[in-house]
């Protein structure tokens, strides 16, 4: 049961505690994980925004981001005795949750543990869900794990110029 067990990874303390949660289910049931990173058409262009002034290759800078992003991940599973390997995924072919899904496929997997943030109202409509177009279009079981409520609503809250926090 759960032999194949696929984890997208995106440097999120949500998408860490999915991380943590397959881990624990790896070592039960003894399987082992892949580990997934997807660079899509907004993670590039967010990466342009942020470095406008500089001279590099963007891509090359996401790519190596993600790198170490999932060899952090793979030695935190590693350290629990669990095998786990890597993937990248930089070929801009559809949103983050097609590819996933392509990378489950494709890899076999029994099953995929999502860190999710749980975004209600318009914070879910003007952010999407990922984790949630994952669970509806997966072939195989999906495990949502919910962030705790103080990250959950940490998206919801802003700064006002006196430096009180309030809510959206």
């Known amino acids: 049961m759960y032999q194949r067990i696929l984890v997208p990874i995106d440097g999120s303390s949500t998408s860490s505690r999915g991380l943590t949660e397959a881990i624990q289910l790896a070592k039960l ?3 082992r994980l892949r580990l997934v ?3 899509d058409e907004l993670s590039f262009a967010l990466a342009m925004d942020a470095y406008a ?9 996401l790519r190596g981001n993600a790198t170490k992003l999932l060899q952090a991940a793979q030695a935190k599973a590693v350290e629990a005795d669990v095998e786990a390997d890597t993937v990248l995924i930089d070929r801009f072919k559809g949103p983050v949750h097609e590819q ?10 029994d099953l995929i543990v999502i860190g999710t943030h749980g975004r209600r109202g318009i914070g879910r409509w003007v952010m999407g869900s990922s984790a949630e177009h994952i669970l ?10 919910r962030a705790p409520e103080e990250a959950r609503t940490e998206h919801e809250r ?8 309030a809510s959206q």
Do not use: D, K
């Open 29 to 31: 049931t003894g399987g």
């Open 37 to 39: 990173h997807v660079i």
């Open 53 to 61: 002034g500089y001279a590099g290759n963007w891509l090359e800078e």
């Open 100 to 109: 996933v899904i392509a990378e489950a496929q494709a890899s076999n997997a």
């Open 136 to 145: 509806r279009m997966s072939p195989v079981p999906v495990l949502l794990v």
């Open 158 to 165: 802003f700064t006002l110029p006196s430096g009180e926090v």
